[in-house]
């Protein structure tokens, strides 16, 4: 019997350490995985933008980013109130909610409601799995966390892509999709477990999203074993700071926010504007189509690329600041491929360079705050810092519209009346008087 009882303890024993030493790994495919499914919805809705409201994409996607902003510009404030897991439930809510009020809405107002709570949810996880992984092992959590979105970018459009080629309507897509929130709680509470902070924090009474005593999964807790009881975040520092010196602190991340602010907006002035306004020729309109489309695809890849392998290079600041600077100059660069018509289809290598320089800086970025700032405040600075790009898209989203216009304008593309005219007014006016004429002329 004893013999029997010494091998049952062993095989026990092992599998304890068996499961200490695959605890890394699945943390890593956990925040890879959750981060594709948080931002897979980001880029169908987008994708799907003229299905939601033809007459105005661009404010497709503004409202897919509008309450993102709002988040992560409130989160430092109130996310030290509410558990992790409560927010990954809430979350999970979202996510179902938006899908069905956007497949279901009878009118382009109650559409984008969806499309904001879309968005809503986007930020509370990008900002709250950011912060969270300083909970974990920091630097490869934030690699695969950045892959896994970075492969949201090409599986959203691959998603879109063959819906439309089996000639499937929006609805059927969108509802297909509502395995995502299943998934998404599936992943966080079976594969990676709540950080352990949320047990502690639960002698706070935060709001813990159950009726007893907050509880991270046991095997979390021992499998971070030292980390635990070294995390200098355990003291819980930042939750006695008051709101000025949140503001304080945020405002000290400048180094990491402008090169994330850059980036962002270079690259999506790039996409929403110039890449609007090129084909080849530009005056055709299928042709804008082929290249609007292949363009963005060909940048996720860049994305893709750059966001899972960037951190193994990104060593300093000095690699941010000039991957901010490089952006800038393919701003220009496509500048002048929309205005001075020079290229042809090589240019979607640049295009795809364009990804690799906002994929990198965006991991290198939360590589960076993980490894330079006080661990006491790391879980502050990454859900902080997070606001720079979605400023930057904000802001591209605003300067694209503009930029539009103007290519339009300077290329005589008369086939599409742009939003933004930018002093061209004349040439659609003269356009649509010919065309009255026209018609008078046939009856």
């Known amino acids: 019997v004893s013999s029997h009882l010494y091998s049952f303890i062993a095989s026990c024993i092992r599998a304890a350490a068996m499961k200490d030493r695959l605890r890394p790994y699945r943390n890593i495919i956990a925040f890879w995985i959750l981060g594709l499914l948080n931002n897979f919805l980001y880029v169908v809705m987008n994708a799907g933008a003229e299905n939601i409201n033809e007459a105005g994409i661009a404010l497709v996607y503004l409202v897919n980013v509008l309450p993102t902003l709002l988040v992560k510009l409130t ?46 949810a986007s930020g509370i996880g990008e900002a709250s799995l950011l912060a969270m992984a300083s909970f974990y092992e920091a630097k490869p959590c934030l690699a695969a966390w950045s892959s896994g979105t970075g492969f949201a970018g090409i599986a959203g459009y691959a998603w879109a892509l063959a819906f439309g080629a089996a000639d499937t309507c929006f609805q059927v897509q969108l509802m297909v999709a509502l395995w995502i929130p299943i998934a998404w709680s599936l992943t966080f509470f079976y594969i990676l477990g709540p950080p352990w902070i949320d ?28 980390d635990t009881t070294e995390h200098s975040a355990s003291e819980l520092v930042t939750a006695q700071l008051s709101s000025k010196e949140r503001f304080c602190f945020i405002l000290g991340l400048w180094p990491y926010m402008v090169p994330l602010f850059l980036v962002y907006t270079a690259e999506y002035t790039i996409q929403a504007g110039f890449w609007a306004a090129m084909g080849f020729p530009v005056t055709n309109r299928a ?6 489309k292949w363009a963005n695809f060909t940048y996720q890849i860049g994305v893709f690329i750059s966001r899972t392998s960037f951190v193994l290079i990104c060593k300093n600041r000095k690699l941010l600041w000039l991957g901010g600077v490089l952006q800038l100059l393919m701003v220009g660069f496509f500048a002048a491929a929309a205005t001075k018509p ?102």
């Open 287 to 292: 042709s804008r189509h082929a290249w609007y």
């Open 75 to 120: 989160g430092p404030y109130w996310f030290h109130y509410v558990s992790y897991r409560c927010r990954i439930n809430f979350n999970s809510a979202l996510m179902a909610l938006c899908l069905v009020i956007v497949a279901w809405g009878q009118s382009t107002g109650v559409k984008l409601l969806g499309v904001a709570i879309c968005s809503l």
């Open 199 to 226: 047990k502690e924090r639960g002698a706070d009474k935060i709001v813990a999203c159950d009726d007893g005593e907050i509880s991270s999964s046991e095997s979390v807790a021992s499998d971070m074993g030292s």
């Open 342 to 443: 020079f290229g042809s289809w090589w240019l979607l290598a640049p295009a795809l360079f364009v990804g690799f320089l906002g994929g990198g800086v965006y991991v290198g970025a939360y590589s960076l705050i993980a490894q330079e700032q006080d661990p006491a405040y790391v879980e502050l600075a990454l859900s902080s810092a997070s606001v720079a790009d979605t400023f930057g898209i904000i802001v591209a989203d605003i300067l694209g519209l503009i930029v539009q216009g103007c290519v339009f304008g300077h290329m005589e593309v008369l086939d599409t009346s742009p939003d933004f005219k930018c002093g061209y007014d004349e040439i659609w006016s003269h356009l649509n008087r010919n065309l009255q004429r026209g018609r008078c002329r046939n009856r």
